[in-house]
């Protein structure tokens, strides 16, 4: 490691992007908008897990068949049918766009965040190897996109965008001013609804996005923490040197289990989510 | 570490692609699978119910049928009881009509034969009478003038 020796600069390596673009020093991005700036690695990984998903739709799409499908037709089957009736639930008939997106969202969302229970140095010391061989000093790599900000508050935009679509499709652009000058407290109280109505509406992707990102930077974080075990064991050959890395393996193991329940749970929540809020937008105000 | 970054571009691109690719080629066909699965599942119930249907039909028909054939087969037997029955009545009718006509035929010539018999017997006993009374009287009987007496003999032969 290059950063070698604390454990802080452990884990700040691990916490650190694979950045073109950012700032030499630092290794963040220059200022609060910097267009400038890639992440390369997380760039790289929610590709490479889209590419995933493609491959897989292909072949089921492939063998699709009405009689006698198979297995993984019907995990697809299942997940389209669940998906396809939250959305019935929510929109009073069948809207494919957005039951295609929650799927979408599951699957790319759910492939990213168990790259969590990986082991932690395995794709980045991959990419050390690698770019260790072209000649690179240091080598920044964070495998699980979702523990970024950028994946998921790229997702969350996406769905705010569409969510003031259909509010606008639903009420008219007269009906989406008028709801924030009369929402919640009547006609009379325009500053207030206006501020109310914006918390009411940003929150939605803002929440969609932090809940995310929070839970899986939280569970690489506790992994890297857990890693740490090892890693300060074998840096200071201390007495108890054998204890820690028999400890690592138990408390990793544990957190593997729960952290592969959190990468579905968040997955899913995210795919439903986005249907409620689409579901919210779509209504017309009389209703 | 917050920033707005050419990432997010990026990210936000490839979820777009990814919801498309989603919407075309996962989402589209399997619906449409499960949708003519449905639409095949319904169909094969409702055969189901209409060839359970026929074959309760099917079943009615055979034994209508078979009771037809049961009491066609029993007139046909009846019918051809009778007709033997009267066949035999006929031939057997038949039968004694020719054994009485023959009978009869047989009768007629013994009769025949018996007068044609007795004829040839009184002319033999005519002869023999006249032979014998010439013998007897050693001379020539004029046969036509006892020709009555003679006549009156074989008469008495009967």
Known sequence: MATEGSSAGYITHHLTSWCVGCSAETHQPNGLVDFGAFTIDLL???????????????????????????????AFEGGVEYIGDQVGQVFHGQNHFVGAMALA??????????????????????????????????????AVPTAALDTPFAMALVVFVIMVYYQIRANGMSGYVKRFLTHPYGKYGAPANILTTLID????PISLALRLFGNMFAGELIFALLAMLSVSAFSSLSSGIFIWPVLHFITGFVWSLFDTFIALLQAFIFAVLTIVYLGMAQQTEDH | MVAITGSLIVQILIFLALVWFTRRFVWGPVVRVMDERKIKVSEGLAAADRGKRELNEAIADAENRMREAREQAQELLTSAQRQANETVDRARSEARAEGDRIITAAREEIDQAVVSAKAELRREVGALAVAGAERILKREIDAKAHNDIIDDLVAGIR
């Open chain 1, 201 to 204: 509406d940003i929150s939605k």
């Open chain 1, 105 to 142: 969202i599951f699957m790319w969302v759910a492939t990213m965040n168990l790259i969590d229970v990986l082991p932690i140095d395995l794709i980045p010391g991959i990419a050390q190897v690698v770019g260790h061989t072209f000649g690179a000093h240091e080598v920044f790599f964070r």
């Open chain 1, 44 to 74: 790289f990984m929610g590709l490479l897990c889209a590419a995933a998903i493609c491959v897989l739709g292909l072949l089921v799409r492939r063998n699709l068949s009405v009689d006698n499908p198979g297995r993984l037709q019907l």
